[in-house]
């Protein structure tokens, strides 16, 4: 049986096919992981039934009878739904062991998004149906009824509050908005929403009749917030703070790669007990002067050993140039590690490993730890200029070691017609397949990592092969 | 999605919705049949059922521009049990779907003499059913001496804000 850290100096000869048991084992994962993804979803959506359900229980069936109940109801649904939405929303965001490691990073963060769509549209129904049944019964105007609420008790200002910065974390998370904000911007924007659910929480209790008087649906919904709060102080909050304190991570060293590349190495106590797989990443705070308020996540580069984890970091901008003068003794703060990008999203035995730019990083110690088969393993690089192949000796040296292919292409990208269209791969191999570094990849693994562009040409490209999504798993340089 | 999720999804929200449902309607006739006439004053607990099931949905009618309403504190005496407390008693804000009601009980010796509610009304429709249910219950509590009264047909969320708050005034007179 071969382990994980099996390394051959020479290629296996004369050895028993390896293949069979590796298949066994990454298909026994996969199956695991798919079980896992079904069960999620299940909960998330039997949730949103449970939160009708309720409303049904307390007799909203039969409040439709007239056109401004049934406006009422209408709005108290979206209201209910919404908030359901609002919930998972928040567990998919807390960082759930759970979560990460079944649905990754990104397909989390995506699905919050198109969550977040629907909550926000919910709550403007519930909102906009709830006032205009009410003003509708009283034969009031809509303002007259929004100003009746307004007086009649705070917990409708505190409503308002909560619907009016709902509003603009949603607008200032549009994609197009995202981009035009600094990420400390958009971030303070979207820490408002612990306030906005927070503002929104005494109107469910005191205006809502579920709430207020239907016993079973109140301690429901007080369990499901509170268990939610408690998801996010727990994850967010408590684990890291103890990983950090329990470890005791300090620089330990720092390496120029290129001029503009170092690695940091970190070392403190009981680092393997984080847990961590090569190719995942940390979120890293360096605790000294201009450093400390800005956290980077970061990919290992190397497999965590027994007390020190190592990163590859390139000089991005503003945030990443101060880091490049970090100093040996530097305390630092983690959390993590996250991701799926690391031997426990593989599926087969063959794999592929696709990095540009310092997306090589996470390759690099992927390389290290997953199974490999000799003749069925590719490592490919990319780069513009040949030394942007960032710890390309030891990508070298352990492909060799492993039986791993590795092709390296460098070069500007290739320019396919007069319209400009481009490949991701160099001008000089424009008719470059994927099937001819590697014949088996409509089988295999697929990782990869590098810039958006990069990422989404190659995945397109992938999927061109027939390479299905369940076997592409990619890591993006995204905050 | 998986067809095995999608399967076992549709099937449990199914499942749930079809309880929720189930539930609901049988509520609904349960509250339509145990409703007391508005103007009875019962001494015990028990519900008379009556034939005719009213229904407890509000109906659309002209607005009501009153936006609280405090009955009238009046004395009236009833016979004193064994001995208990004497004061003033404020019970917490009980709140549902159309407002808020706090309750106010007055005791001689133990026994309820008096009772006074106070209640903010969110919606404008809903003042009538509340000005109509606050009398009800202030003679149903005071005959019964307790907060065990039957709900008043036509205000159940009423009724349940006013019997809340009035038994957490009774807890703070000890009783």
Known sequence: MTTLHDRPRTAPVAQPDPRPSIAQRYAAQARARNWRADGL???????????????????????????????????????????????????????????DATLGQPRATSLHAKLGQWVVIGLVIHTMF????????????????????????????????????FLVISFTSVAAARKKLPYEVW???????????????????????????????????????????????????????LSTLDSRLTVSRVTQVTPDVINIEVTGRRVADLGARAGQYFHWRFLAPGLWWHQHPFSISAAPTANTLRITVRNLGKGTAALMNVRPGTLVAIEGPYGTFSDAARTTPEVVMIGAGVGIAPIRALLEETAIIPGRAAVVLRASRPE???????????????GAALITLVGPRARIDLQGTTRWVP????????????????????????????TDAVIADLKGHGVPDSRIHEERFVW | MSTRSKTAVLLASAGVLAAGWQIGTAQGQTTALSTDTATTTTETTTATPTATPTTTTPTTTAPTTTATAETTPTTSASASTS?????TFTGATASNRFGTVTVTVTLKAGSITDVS???????????????????????????????????????????????????????????
């Open chain 1, 388 to 402: 942007e192949l960032y710890l390309l000796h030891e990508i070298t040296e352990l492909c060799r070691r492993r």
């Open chain 1, 427 to 454: 001008q000089h191999q424009a008719n470059l397949s994927l099937t001819q570094i590697a014949p088996y990849l409509a089988e295999a693994d697929v990782f990869v990592c590098g810039p958006d562009g990069f």
């Open chain 1, 41 to 99: 979803e299940f909960v998330g959506w039997v949730s949103m039934a449970v939160s009708v359900a309720l409303f049904l229980a307390d007799g909203g069936a039969a409040q439709f009878g007239t056109i401004s109940d049934a406006f009422s109801s209408v709005g108290i649904l979206a209201g209910l739904t919404s908030t359901n939405a609002l919930l998972l929303m928040l567990l998919l965001a807390a960082r759930i062991p759970v979560i």
């Open chain 2, 83 to 87: 001995g208990g407390a004497t004061g």
């Open chain 1, 187 to 241: 971030h303070a924007i979207h820490l408002a929403s612990y306030v906005a659910v927070g503002a929104s929480i005494p109107h469910m209790f005191s205006m809502s009749g579920l709430f207020a008087t239907n016993a079973a649906a109140r301690w429901y919904w007080i369990v499901l917030l509170a268990l939610t709060g408690l998801a996010l102080l727990v994850f967010r909050l408590g684990i890291p703070l």
């Open chain 1, 130 to 165: 709830l006032i205009a049944g009410y003003a509708m019964s009283a034969s009031a105007t809509w303002l007259a009824q929004f100003l009746y609420f307004w007086g009649a008790t705070a917990d409708f200002g505190w409503a308002v509050l909560g619907m009016v910065l």
């Open chain 2, 117 to 175: 509610a106070k209640a903010t009304i969110y919606e404008q429709k809903s003042a009538r059913y509340v000005n109509m249910a606050l009398p009800t219950l202030k003679s149903e509590v005071i005959a019964a001496d307790s907060a065990d009264v039957s709900n008043v047909s036509g205000a159940t969320y009423t009724t349940s804000s006013y019997l809340t708050s009035l038994q957490s005034a009774l807890d703070k007179a000890g009783r």
